[in-house]
């Protein structure tokens, strides 16, 4: 039984020791030609991206827009979005992709930003935009902004037909620091805003003939839109 046993034995040995050092070896390669080999990747990835085809980012046009975008609404987002759509970029670079995604996520008017490839050279943009709800004005008229329903504040565009609401010193102070993209800072925007979407969405379409709203009294808002 001893006999018979040792040769067996010193077999497992050897099977596990020449597993061990096929694991380093393998350690050892990837330690030593890992980066190297990743690296060699990445910049032939790179230049097959920067050889890809190129997309004229210049030539844009609107294949579809909801239904409230309309002059002179289309002529302000358009003009906005403008400088992020110049010159041309390989359709398979990423890092270019990535950035031109940024830029156009950083206009006021873009809520959500995806883009499409359509081979061989084109690029389709999917955007999530910011409807405007209500103009707002200074306690002496003068244009401040526009807002969305959740009271980010968007650019003033000229010709738009939104209820008004003006800032009245008696509800508080009469202007606003306005800082596109972000949410207005007083508490009277945000509820106008959503009693201008409660008016268009819930009461007007039970009204048959409703008159449009004109303008939200900002000293008169009630204890429901104080509270909210």
Known sequence: MTSS???ERSSRTR???ARVVVWLAFVGTVIGFGPRAYSVLASRLDL????SPL???GLVGFVKRPSWLQEPLLLAVSRDLQPWLQGRMPILDEVRARKLLAGLRSVPWVEEARLERLFPD???VHFGLRRPVLAVRDAQGKPLCLCDRDGVVLPWVDGVELPLVVLRREGGAGT???TFGEVANDDRVSA?????VEWRDEFAPLVPGCPRLLEVDTTNLGERWVRS
Do not use: D, K
């Not at 097959?48 to 050889?51: L, S, V």
């Not at 106008?192 to 201008?196: E, F, K, L, P, W």
């Open 192 to 196: 106008a805003a959503a009693i201008a």
């Open 176 to 178: 606003l620091a306005c």
């Open 55 to 57: 997309v004229e980012l």
């Open 122 to 124: 084109r690029f389709t």
């Open 5 to 7: 046993s040792n040769p």
């Open 15 to 17: 099977a596990w020791v």
């Open 48 to 51: 097959h991206a920067q050889r």
